[in-house]
């Protein structure tokens, strides 16, 4: 056995469950296409609210174990009643939860126990953009950038790796740096 | 006075305010520079806390009302707990709450009352990519498909106008279909 062919339940990861889903997979692709979704109502000003249930994959429907509802806002420093974060926010989260996940699945099924793991995740933003001050300054993030402090029974040589697989598979990584194709409509 | 002249607090929105920011921006560029963050703690398997405190702007540093905290995770389908949603349904959210934000605040401004608004977000994404079963399949979404259901006192062609003006200045839709930097690091 291999550190790779590992398949003993670690960090809270069900090693074997993560194994036997990507050989289902692996032998009936169409069990890879998922479709998630959110719904977004306006509360006031820039005050909104999403609510996240309901997905489509693995062949069939799938329900949360609860409903998930996230509030956004913007800040008062830019007009806002801050009841939550700002949507930018949001996004680093994403990125951060994505790259966590995978850390954790690799890290199991490379064998590695973690003890601790933690990132900061920061994004500089110019609002000449989006207040439409500037043509040459983008609405969005300018750089992101992530820093991991990881702690487990494995050099930190092997820690690193693990985190750079992480980033080779995340999808919100891909998304964020490679971009996607967003169509917007109006029923 | 033109409708892009209105001067009014609507929809929630403090106009004056608004505008008041755009200009204090105008005359100090720098104002403008803002840095978010947010801490993302692992917890065990693929879930994992964020915590958004504060963040840098305006010349100054801001906390937010309150600490915001948000689990994610992946669902028991996808070997996770479910005790969040996963890190690309927040995604979706990010962009749904971005442009409603933007929404509320250019009809406020441009004297349209609002009475409601609804977005649904959905992204398909094939996990072939990232359960490593084929390197044709992308990690992230394929697609991102927003609809809008809006209403208030202007017609229809001018609450499409205002969602596409919406879309033009969004940070979330610029880096979600435009890509950005995002460097990760290990301490």
């Known amino acids: 056995m291999t550190a790779t062919t590992e398949r003993m339940p670690r960090n809270g ?4 469950g993560l194994f036997g889903t990507i050989n289902a997979v692996g032998s009936q692709p169409e069990l890879a296409e998922f479709r998630f979704r959110a719904t977004n109502r306006w509360v006031a000003g820039t005050h909104s609210r999403t609510t996240i249930e309901k997905f489509t994959g693995a062949g069939g429907d799938h329900v949360h174990a609860q409903t998930f509802a996230y509030d956004a806002d913007h800040p008062e420093v830019l007009v806002g009643k801050d009841h939550g974060p700002t949507p930018v926010e949001f996004l680093l989260h994403a990125l951060g939860a994505c790259l966590m996940a995978g850390v954790a699945n690799i890290s199991a099924a490379r064998g590695v126990t973690l003890t ?5 995740i920061e994004g ?10 500037s043509e040459e300054v983008r609405n969005g993030y300018q750089q992101i950038r992530v820093t991991f402090r990881i ?4 050099p930190p040589e092997t820690l690193r790796d693990i985190v750079e697989q992480s980033r080779t598979r995340s999808a919100v990584y891909d998304v964020l740096t490679n971009g996607v194709d967003v169509a917007i409509e109006v029923a």
Chains 1, 2 share one sequence.
Not at 116 to 120: I, L
């Open 116 to 120: 601790s793991v933690q990132t900061t």
């Open 151 to 154: 702690e487990g029974d494995a």
């Open 124 to 133: 500089d933003i110019n609002l000449l953009g989006i207040l439409g001050l």
């Open 13 to 16: 990861v069900d090693v074997p």
